[in-house]
């Protein structure tokens, strides 16, 4: 089996940062793409941050320059920098992985337990 552990949320302020962690543990051979999600109340789900194995990112408009991602690949870890906080950023912060168990298995995208950050005005 496969976990990725959300940590790094909380109350913060307007204007705050923070800065999100997701380890991958378990069965892990490889992990390809990575990414962080993130769903407010009445929302849909929208990715917020993408990034490869060799280290490309992508995010959305709403977020470039106050986001950012990284990853520790000998930790199987993600990260979420998150700058400038805006009420409207308040959200349930998910992050997932795409993992291959084996050299020969296919890839499956595990997915955290989220992480609630909420940004106070």
């Known amino acids: 089996q496969v976990q990725l552990v959300e940590s790094g949320g909380g109350l913060v302020q307007a204007g705050g940062s923070l800065r999100l962690s997701c380890a991958a543990s378990g069965s892990i051979f490889s992990i390809n793409d990575m990414a962080w999600y993130r769903k407010a109340p009445g929302k849909k789900r929208e990715l917020v941050a993408s990034?490869?194995?060799?280290?490309?990112?992508n995010y959305p408009d709403s977020v470039k320059g106050r986001f950012t991602i990284s990853r520790a690949n000998a930790k199987n870890t993600v990260y979420l920098q998150i700058n400038s906080l805006k009420v409207e950023d308040t959200a349930v912060y998910y992050c997932?992985?795409?993992?291959?168990?084996?050299?020969?298995?296919?890839?499956?995208?595990?997915w955290g337990q989220g992480t609630q950050v909420t940004v106070s005005s």
């Open positions: 997932n992985a795409d993992v291959k168990r084996t050299p020969s298995s296919s890839s499956y995208t595990y």
């Open positions: 990034i490869t194995s060799s280290g490309s990112t």
